[in-house]
């Protein structure tokens, strides 16, 4: 009875499992042919989709040359290099490896706040500084006996003997102070020493004719002052007249500098205002100087107003005369950003900079520009403080930005169309 019973539940759970086995074969047989059988030409499809594109291929010691197609290198001993498109490169801008940038030797510059003032280039010429002249006459008529030899254009010094000159007008003033006693009467006799100083007769050699009661009538005419003779009327033999002009010497310390200022580009120069030289010769030293002020007449010929300058002179190496390039600086008291010009890049269409971000990232920018100051561009809109642009290798920059499509913020900071 038992073994009747066991083996009907034996037959029992074949069955079961013998029908279960038959519907999981057909279930997976049905879901078997419902589900798509991916084809190998699908397969390399969807590889090629995740892959990103190649735009074109280079060497990257000659980043510049691209290429269409894989191979060797026609520059290097190495294959080429494929460049890939970026995701999303219009948001995270140009990527550019570390070493590439270093290779390229790509310099960067901060922006930076200066003050603003305009700039203007002119010609100018040097001219003697007539506030530093000095004019050597006779005050009584003389003899000349004897002459240095100078001519005009030598440089002399202070106490540079000229001419020795023998003056009769001095005896008689001298003889009426020497027949004065010396202890009597105070006030004529200072009244005879300043006879014999109109005359034209040195102090020193006063006392000494006063201490040696002897008269004298010859003196040495001496430069006053350190400079170049600009006229020298003086020769052996010569009668002059009282007041007569020996020689005219203007010192070399100090040069006023003639600029020809056109008459439209006036406005906003005053005096104060910075001017810098640079002479025609370029071994001449560069001269800094203020701006005197403007000469009230226009020339007629040019239409221009001269500005004079002075300028210091040091160990007196320029010379009246030399022309050359002024640069006139007139401040406003404002400042406002600027980069090197070098870094500025014009299309003929817009301005644009290359943004130097984080993580050799770089972004081209569109600017609004002002004036130049020397070589620094007056920025008006469309970078910060303290950003970093790029001011060597910027143009390359721009054509691999151009290339991957990414279009430069406008000075509103939009991305252009």
Same mark, same amino acid.
């Given at each position: ?12 759970? !074949? ?8 519907? %999981? !074969? ?38 510049? @040359? +691209? ?39 790509? @310099? ?8 603003? +003032? ?9 001219? =003697? ?23 005009? &254009?030598?440089? #002399? ?5 000229? $001419? ?6 001095? /005896?008689? $003033? ?21 006879? /014999? ?6 102090? $020193? ?12 009538? @010859? ?6 002052? *350190? ?37 439209? @580009? ?20 560069? /001269? ?12 007629? &010929? ?35 950003? =600027?980069?090197?010009?070098? *870094? ?6 817009? #301005? ?9 990232? =770089?972004?081209?920018?569109? %600017? ?5 100051? !020397?070589?620094?561009?007056?920025? *008006? ?13 910027? =143009?390359? /920059?721009? *054509? ?13 900071? +939009?991305?252009?169309?």
């Amino acid at each position: 009875m038992n073994n009747n019973l066991s083996v009907r539940l034996l037959a029992a759970v !074949g069955l079961s499992t013998l029908v279960l086995g038959i519907a %999981i !074969g057909i279930g997976w047989q049905h879901l078997h042919k419902s589900l798509p059988i991916p084809s190998p030409q699908k397969d390399a499809a969807d590889k090629a989709k995740q892959e990103p594109k190649v735009l074109y291929w280079y060497d990257p010691m000659v980043p510049d @040359r +691209h290429f269409d197609k894989p191979g060797p290198s026609p520059f290097m001993d190495m294959d080429l290099v494929p460049k890939y498109a970026a995701p999303s490169t219009q948001e995270s801008g140009l990527t550019i490896d570390a070493a590439l940038v270093r290779n390229l030797g790509m @310099r960067k510059a901060r922006v930076q706040r200066l003050p603003i +003032h305009s700039e203007l280039e002119v010609a100018g010429q040097l001219q =003697f500084n007539q506030r530093n002249q000095a004019i050597v006459q006779l005050r009584a008529a003389g003899f000349v006996e004897k002459a240095w030899p100078l001519a005009v &254009g030598d440089k #002399v010094s202070a106490g540079q003997p000229l $001419a020795e000159f023998q003056i009769p007008e001095w /005896l008689d $003033a001298q003889n009426e102070l020497l027949s004065q006693p010396i202890d009597q009467n105070p006030h004529l006799l200072a009244t005879l020493r300043a006879r /014999l100083q109109l005359l034209g007769m040195p102090n $020193a050699l006063i006392a000494r004719v006063e201490k040696t009661r002897q008269p004298e009538t @010859r003196v040495t005419i001496t430069s006053p002052i *350190s400079g170049v003779v600009d006229m020298l009327d003086v020769k052996v033999g010569m009668a002059l007249t009282g007041g007569a002009t020996l020689a005219k010497i203007n010192n070399l310390d100090s040069l006023w500098l003639d600029a020809a200022i056109p008459e439209a @580009r006036a406005t906003g120069l005053r005096a104060g205002d910075k001017a810098i030289f640079n002479s025609a010769n370029p071994g001449d030293p560069v /001269l800094i100087g203020t701006l005197e002020y403007l000469l009230p007449s226009i020339n007629v &010929g040019s239409r221009t107003l001269t500005a004079r300058i002075l300028l210091d002179n040091p160990e007196g190496r320029l010379k009246p005369g030399t022309s050359g390039r002024v640069i006139l600086q007139s401040s406003t008291g404002e400042t406002g950003l =600027f980069v090197p010009t070098e *870094s500025v890049i014009r299309t003929g269409k817009r #301005v644009l900079v290359m943004l130097a971000e984080a993580g050799g990232k =770089f972004r081209p920018v569109e %600017i609004i520009t002002g004036h130049e100051v !020397g070589n620094q561009t007056l920025i *008006s809109e469309g970078l910060e403080e303290d950003q970093e642009v790029v001011a060597s290798g910027q =143009f390359l /920059l721009d *054509s691999e930005a151009s290339f991957l499509g990414i279009a430069p913020k406008t000075a509103g900071g +939009h991305d252009n169309d």
